[in-house]
């Protein structure tokens, strides 16, 4: 595969709290905000506590979920000051960390998460040629910290337009509301050797191409409801619960009834499950989603100072 | 002297409460007493009235904690007598309404028995908890469920303590009982935890059943882990939290705290040790709902109780 050049990566911002009551990113952000640019670091990084009115309340969102009003229409659409805090706030990220033409354009955003699922770390994507987020998936693997590392294709969420390359990196298992060390040091030494390998990158460091497991998402599945009431009637069986990105075959047990009855899954392909039991999603109507994987290649990269943005 | 003379005669405890939903995320007691709602067979029990209530609704309903106020530190009595006016915080209004139903606290007419169902974050397992060393009653069913539970671990809480006890929603009844039950995320449902839930409310209410129907319980020893002081975590000037619960102790519940244990991590690496000067038993390590409550954890001693025999009263 042919080596590809890109330009110089040198704006990059590192986001966290855009759910208010995910307390890794929160604690992290803050711990990043106190240090002060001395104007020698070799990428400028903005920090952002994205929803911080949610994040002084410790909750996921005050009005509505931020991570949801990136799309196009939302973020053209007219707000006023009766606008739902979330809404406004997404049209100011979008204007600090998005406009390509300005001075604060911004390269590469990582938006930090934490999630109740057993995903260990996981860098979501959301395009399938971020080979970017790819080769840092590949330089994470130096991490001391023994979590398992994959990549999904989501839709976009967190998305400020315009921005050249950007991913959510997503740890758990973590209730919110807590912070648990050994997540809070994982978070940290991600984002610490993200930022190596930037540097790496720009200072002329090829990083040779390969084969990276690429997770995609297929569909999500909600709990079994009631037909009347739409309340649940099952819990994620005990041997799907903590096995995500374990493959799950036809047949295999899914949900535990009330009742006793054990459900199980009916697809025709064994397929990969991650977000079993995220605390968020039940509202959303997902008990866990499900994820084709396949081997991608990615092209060695270097830095061409000369390539345009 | 026959050992008869030593057994205690209580009350029939026949109206029997049990709650869920005084915290609106802790799911596991939430899902528990609406299924009851709907299809009571498997609470039924001869000689015993019982009652499924969910008690913060409208936390339920946002999966909140509280809306107002903690219900579980709501039933005062300064809340209690409060008058009925406009503008009194939801779980006040709330608490005085459950004491009308259930109560009066305090009085012959109140609820025998209140089990109040609850999930924590904190690694506790299933633990069972107690307001009073003296109430035979409860001392018996406690030892009775960790009996039926084994080898599943029971752990027993007893918080008598003068400063840190707090008016529970269950301190309604003439016996509350806590059930905790961790580790599971505020708003979420994990199968083992409920499962676990329902067999301990299973087995005390087949105690309950057999007390009512007259089976005499021999006296038994309860080994207890009474609360001693909370802990707080390293803060600010500005009340932000400096540290972080340390590796070796998160998830360790119930086991050991030395002197020069570590205890905490700060944010930039540094680890903070346990100075105290004896040994204590840390329990509801890492709660979530404790941030906002100065209590990065408990500590606790190790006791055991004596209970003496007990049987139902004759009328």
Request: charge should be negative; hydrophobic fraction near 40%; glycine fraction near 6%.
């Amino acid at each position: 595969m042919k080596a590809v050049a890109m330009p110089t990566v040198s704006r990059v911002a590192v986001c966290g709290g855009t759910h208010g009551n995910e307390l890794a990113g929160i604690y992290l952000v803050r711990e990043m905000l106190k240090k002060r640019a001395d104007g020698t670091e070799p990428v400028s990084v903005v920090t952002v506590m994205s929803n911080s009115r949610a994040a002084q309340l410790c909750v996921r969102y005050v009005e509505t979920d931020l991570n949801r009003c990136f799309t196009r229409a939302a973020l053209s659409a007219p707000v006023s000051e009766t606008s739902p805090y979330e809404m406004i706030r997404s049209q100011e990220l979008n204007a600090l960390l998005g406009p390509k033409a300005s001075a604060q354009a911004v390269d590469l955003l990582c938006d930090l998460h934490n999630t109740t699922a057993n995903t260990g770390l996981c860098l979501i994507t959301y395009s399938d040629h971020d080979w970017i987020c790819l080769h840092i998936c590949k330089h994470l693997k130096h991490m001391q910290f023994p979590y398992m590392l994959d990549i999904c294709y989501a839709k976009a969420y967190l998305c400020p337009t315009s921005i050249l390359f950007l991913s959510a990196m997503e740890i758990g298992p973590q209730p919110h509301g807590v912070v648990r060390s050994a997540i809070f040091s994982a978070m940290q030494e991600g984002v610490q050797l993200m930022m190596d390998w930037i540097c790496q990158f720009n200072s002329g460091m090829l990083f040779e191409g390969g084969w990276v497991d690429v997770y995609t998402m297929v569909k999500n599945i909600d709990y079994p409801r009631d037909s009347e009431t739409h309340v649940i009637t099952a819990a994620v069986h005990p041997d799907l619960q903590d096995r995500d990105f374990c493959l799950l075959h036809p047949g295999d047990p899914m949900f535990l009834c009330f009742s006793g009855e054990t459900l199980r899954y009916r697809g025709k392909e064994a397929l990969y499950p991650f977000f079993i039991n995220e605390g968020a999603y039940y509202e959303k109507g997902v008990a866990l989603s499900l994820a084709r994987k396949r081997r991608v290649q990615i092209p060695s990269w270097f830095v061409n100072v000369d390539e345009p943005k | 002297m026959s050992s008869r003379t030593n057994v205690s005669c209580l009350h029939e405890a026949k109206r029997v409460a049990i709650f869920g939903g005084t915290h609106g995320n802790e799911m596991s007691g939430i899902t528990l007493v609406n299924m009851w709602k709907q299809n009571s067979a498997e609470i039924e029990r001869n000689g015993l009235l019982i009652k499924p209530f969910i008690s913060n609704p409208k936390a339920v309903e946002k999966c909140t904690r509280y809306i107002d106020t903690d219900l579980n530190r709501a039933f005062t009595p300064e809340n209690l007598s409060a008058p009925d006016v406009e503008g009194l915080l939801y779980e006040v209004q709330r608490a005085k309404e459950i004491n009308r139903m259930f109560g009066h606290k305090g009085s012959s007419d109140a609820y025998d028995v209140i089990f109040d169902l609850h999930n924590t974050t904190s690694n506790m397992g299933s633990t069972l908890i107690l307001e009073s060393s003296t109430d035979l009653f409860n001392l018996q069913m406690v030892h009775y469920i960790k009996k039926a539970m084994a080898p599943h671990t029971c752990s027993v809480l007893l918080n008598e303590h003068p400063q840190l006890k707090y008016s529970t929603t269950r301190s309604v009844a003439k016996h509350p009982i806590g059930l905790e039950v961790g580790p599971q995320p505020q708003g979420v449902l994990r199968s083992n935890v409920f499962e676990s839930m329902r067999t301990i409310l299973k087995h005390a209410l087949d105690f309950n059943e057999f007390f009512n129907s007259g089976v005499e319980f021999p006296p038994c020893t309860v080994d207890v882990f009474r609360v001693q002081e909370r802990m707080d975590y390293p803060r600010d000037t500005n009340g932000n939290i400096t540290a972080m619960v340390h590796p070796h102790l998160q998830d360790c519940d119930w086991e050991p705290l030395n002197r020069g244990d570590p205890m905490f991590l700060t944010f930039d690496g540094r680890t903070i040790l346990y100075e105290g000067a004896n040994t204590v038993y840390p329990t509801f390590i890492n709660e979530a709902a404790y941030y906002e409550k100065q209590q990065a954890f408990t500590t606790t001693c190790r006791e055991i109780l004596a209970a003496n025999a007990i049987r139902k009263a004759f009328k």
